[in-house]
Nanobody, 125 residues
C-alpha cells in the first residue's frame, strides 16, 4: 500500500507562485508514473500534469503550460508541481496520484490507483 501526502497549498494572489509537494510512503514510488489532478467546486476532476517513472517525460495541459512544471525526486520519494503566475481559474483542490501499474505517464484518472488527500489552492485578489 502506497500512501501519498500533499503539501504546499494555500491562498495567494494572482501572479504569485506555489510549489506543491507529494511524498510517497514507499520506495516503490520510483517505479511508478505519477500525476497531478485538480478539482474545482462543482466540476469534474481534471488531469493537470503527468510524469513517467524516471522523470524523463512529462505532459502538461495547455491551460497551464508555460506556468506549471511537474518534476520528481526519486531519492526523496517526492513529486512536485511548481505553479507560477497563478490565475483565479487555477483555484482547486490539487491531488497527486500514482499509477503503480505503469512506468509511462498516464493521463486518465482510472489508471491511477493511489491518491493523496488533496491540498487546497485558492487564487484571488
Amino acid at each position: 500500500q502506497v500512501q501519498l501526502s500533499e503539501s504546499g497549498g494555500g491562498s495567494v494572489q494572482p501572479g504569485d507562485s506555489l510549489r506543491l509537494s507529494c511524498v510517497a510512503s514507499k520506495r516503490s514510488f520510483s517505479d511508478s508514473a505519477m500525476a497531478w489532478f485538480r478539482q474545482a467546486p462543482g466540476k469534474e476532476r481534471e488531469f493537470v500534469a503527468g510524469i513517467n517513472w524516471s522523470g524523463s517525460h512529462t505532459y502538461i495541459i495547455d491551460s497551464v503550460k508555460g506556468r506549471f512544471t511537474i518534476s520528481r525526486d526519486n531519492v526523496k520519494n517526492t513529486l512536485y508541481l511548481q505553479m507560477n503566475n497563478l490565475k483565479p481559474e487555477d483555484t482547486s483542490i490539487y491531488y497527486c496520484a500514482a499509477a503503480s501499474q505503469y512506468r509511462a505517464l498516464q493521463i486518465t484518472a482510472s489508471d491511477h490507483d493511489y491518491w493523496g488527500q488533496g491540498t487546497q489552492v485558492t487564487v484571488s485578489a
